[in-house]
């Protein structure tokens, strides 16, 4: 990407190439804790092992408050240190995040108190950098790598003393692990002044990539009703809109499995065609650098006519991941958009056990299967109908050798009926007001009236 890392090989970043990492999983449960009190580091186990870490150790503390110096405070570090000797930890992984000296401090406890080497040490990593790192793996395209890069570089610069040490130990000859991945690869090479004209240059190379995604975006949704899908991550989504489309996006049972947009026609009935965006999936506590740095992305969801919001019903934490996107949602301007709920995997045992208590809650939600297409045709009748609810109906008239105006009417409207009258055509169409607008301002059609 810069200049500074060209020689540097990139590794496939479908698939993760490291050794599997040993981890311990740490949770420091607060008062305003946002981690599911049934499970509270379940995410957490599924965000290492898809950074391609196995787990061998957990460990949970509440406090009214943390620990200034290492979050968790001396005697749980001792803890924390016994048990990764133990287990032989490479890695120890927070659900919270973390500040630079909370983690320089607790690496040095912990280290001495393992008695590890320093140049094969074992690392803290925070909730943030362990998804910056799954999201380092998962980019590929060139607007997608900008984004991860960005937001790891102003993840990074804050830490670069103790991301060296990491670096340290790779230069070393030890294999490369979870939180060295992306744009801290190259951090030996770089300094503090080369990091700040790093992160201005990828600023303004992302700046114009937003630019000319929200012209695009905006034109799209001014000539077509746009529907957007969103969800927690792994809730379905990129399956739904496969079988809504026939698109071929990549979908699989893991966090993250894609973080690029993808839009398409979706026909919903004779005549009646949206455009349908596919975006990345949202998860609870989703670093700050990240959202920021996603919002081309998720423009899709800001511009949107109606959202589909897809929840795995069947999930233990359904109700915390419902929450998360609503926060999303808001973070990112999109909160009062018109949204249709789907409960998703209703043909899983879990999805039909919870689903009468949804449907209690969201009476006017709509169960489905995205992956065997059961309760998909109820789908298509509503969203119809949310379409239908916002068009009206119009009688144009215009010549009829116009065949690039004819061509945008059959395209953009619903044509009814069709009448001649000499070298005219007298056309009875349903059409969205925006499409209305446009061509009342052309000048080569009337438009003759309204219902």
Same mark, same amino acid.
């Given at each position: ?135 380092? !793996? +998962? @980019? ?5 790598? *900008? $984004? &991860?890069? %960005? ?8 830490? #670069? ?101 993808? !839009? +398409? @026609? ?5 005549? *009646? $065609? &949206?455009? %349908? ?8 506590? #989703? ?165």
């Amino acid at each position: 990407m810069g200049n500074y890392n060209a020689s540097v090989s990139e590794p496939k970043r479908t698939e993760l190439s490291v050794r599997q990492e040993q981890a311990i999983l740490v949770g420091v449960i607060l008062p305003k804790s946002t981690a599911d009190p049934r499970d509270p580091l379940g995410e957490l186990a599924a965000l290492a092992k898809t950074a391609g870490a196995r787990v061998v150790g957990t460990i949970l503390q509440r406090r009214q408050r943390v620990d200034a110096g290492t979050y968790v405070g001396s005697g749980k570090v001792k803890e924390i240190a016994a048990l990764a000797s133990k287990e032989k930890a490479d890695v120890i992984i927070f659900d919270n995040d973390l500040s630079p000296g909370q983690i320089g401090g607790l690496e040095k406890i912990i280290n001495e108190e393992a008695n590890s080497p320093p140049m094969e040490g074992i690392k803290v990593l925070d909730r943030s950098e362990l998804i910056l790192d799954i999201f380092a !793996t +998962r @980019a590929q395209t060139h607007e997608a790598k *900008l $984004q &991860v890069e %960005l937001a790891q570089m102003q993840y990074t610069y804050p830490r #670069l003393t103790r991301m060296w040490g990491h670096l340290e130990r790779i230069a070393g000859g030890a294999p490369a692990g979870i939180g060295t991945r992306g744009p801290g690869e190259q951090q030996l090479e770089i300094d503090r002044r080369l990091v700040r004209k790093r992160i201005a240059r990828l600023q303004g190379e992302i700046e114009k990539v937003q630019q000319r995604k929200t012209r695009m975006v905006a034109e799209r949704t001014r000539l077509h009703f746009t529907i957007c899908i969103v969800g927690y991550t792994n809730a379905g989504k990129s399956t739904l809109f496969n079988t809504l489309t026939a698109a071929g996006a990549y979908a699989d049972d893991k966090l993250f499995a894609t973080l690029d947009t993808k !839009t +398409r @026609a979706w026909k919903l009935d004779r005549g *009646l $065609q &949206v455009l %349908l965006s596919d975006t990345v999936g949202f998860v609870r506590d #989703l670093p700050h650098n990240l959202v920021a740095s996603f919002r081309a992305t998720l423009e899709e969801a800001v511009h949107a006519d109606l959202l589909l919001h897809v929840l795995d019903v069947g999930h233990p934490h359904a109700r915390q991941q419902f929450d998360s996107v609503h926060q999303v949602l808001e973070e990112i301007g999109a909160k009062d958009k018109p949204e249709m709920l789907l409960l998703n995997k209703i043909d899983t045992p879990e999805g039909e056990e919870n689903f009468p208590e949804w449907r209690t809650l969201h009476p006017d939600a709509i169960p489905l299967s995205a992956k065997t297409g059961k309760g998909i045709d109820r789908l298509y009748a509503a969203a119809a109908a949310q379409v239908n609810a916002q068009q009206v109906q119009a009688v144009l008239e215009t010549d009829s050798s116009n065949g690039k105006l004819l061509a945008f009417i059959e395209t953009h409207c619903q044509v009814r009926d069709r009448q001649y009258a000499g070298d005219r055509i007298i056309i009875h169409a349903t059409m969205s007001k925006r499409t209305l607008a446009d061509l009342s301002r052309n000048e080569q059609v009337t438009v003759k009236s309204t219902e």
